[in-house]
């Protein structure tokens, strides 16, 4: 069976085919939200994670999936995970892309790009 445990805005999807492949939450998008920091990132991050699994960039998605496991071990949550959470998008989004950044040496990321706020870390 399937079950859903903490908030929909921890859920990744991915429609793959022969020739295409789409990553995005399964929530989809979240128009309301816009421009009020209050949408939980964390499906959208899930879904690059995804992403970099499906063109087997092992590495690059186990760097994500660690820092999106931190910031919900520390507490690094929007209040639709912890009604008491004070974070915002931009703080959690910010502390997965840090934890990232400081990810281990040995992983082959383009650091330039990250530092950067490029929409890649490859």
Known sequence: GSA???SIGLLPSASTGDNFA???PVHGSYPQATGK???NPVA???????????FKLDEESRAIVI????????GIVSPDLNTSSKYGTNHI???ISENI???EDYLILNK???WLGKSTII
């Not at 959208?44 to 499906?54: C, E, F, G, T, W």
């Not at 820092?67 to 520390?74: D, P, Q, R, T």
């Open 4 to 6: 859903v445990g903490g």
């Open 22 to 24: 789409l990553f995005e």
């Open 37 to 39: 920091d209050i949408a």
């Open 44 to 54: 959208s991050i899930l879904s690059a994670a995804m992403l970099l699994d499906h």
């Open 67 to 74: 820092a999106v496991l931190k910031s919900i071990k520390k």
């Open 93 to 95: 989004g910010d502390f």
């Open 101 to 103: 950044r400081d990810s």
């Open 112 to 114: 330039e790009n990250i």
